[in-house]
């Protein structure tokens, strides 16, 4: 190692960080601050990550979450019944002719039945009267009227295949009819 005489940039003054090609020494806790902001930047960036990717998955939504104080839940139309309406009644339980027992029941009310039939799964838990548009509401409420723990919701996909209501019957149902 070659020594070197002193010169001005040895002696730095009271004060100054830095004089020259001198450095200040480092302080203290300097490198565990920067593992901390380190750490602190991969939570966030992780953080935006996955709820970037839940909103894109519609597996989180920034809706209302609390319902206002004007809503207030309840029909919106009177139940009725629409005879020229036909009706599909579906089982959706593995009880066997429970749609057709269902349709003789409503169809003994004066509700016009046009299919009974199996749904396509057999673990529905909620009775629903399906209604396609919303005119036919009040025909939905009627019949949910006649079926006991049944809800009734609008449905379009149902309407598309040509059903205005339609009756899925669940395990609820099952087991009110079985009680």
């Not at 066997?96 to 529905?124: K, M, R, Y």
């Not at 509401?137 to 009227?145: K, P």
């Amino acid at each position: 190692m070659q020594n070197f005489p002193r010169d001005r940039f040895d002696s730095i003054p009271h004060g100054m960080d830095r004089v020259g090609a001198h450095r200040a020494p480092e302080r203290r806790g300097r490198r565990w601050m920067m593992i901390g902001w380190a750490a602190l930047a991969t939570v966030v960036i992780a953080g935006a990550g996955i709820a970037a990717v839940s909103v894109y998955n519609q597996r989180l939504q920034f809706e209302d979450v609390v319902p206002s104080a004007s809503a207030t839940p309840g029909p919106t139309a009177e139940p009725t019944l629409a005879p020229d309406v036909s009706v599909a009644v579906l089982n959706g339980t593995s009880t066997s002719g429970l749609a057709s027992s269902a349709g003789e029941q409503l169809a003994a009310q004066g509700v016009t039945v046009g299919v009974t039939s199996n749904a396509d799964t057999s673990d529905i838990e909620q009775t629903v009267v399906y209604y396609a548009s919303a005119d036919l509401e009040g025909a939905a409420r009627g019949i949910a009227q006649l079926l006991p723990e049944s809800e009734v919701r609008l449905s379009e996909q149902f309407g598309q295949e040509g059903m205005q209501l339609v009756v899925v019957l669940g395990a609820d149902y099952a087991e009110a009819v079985a009680g």
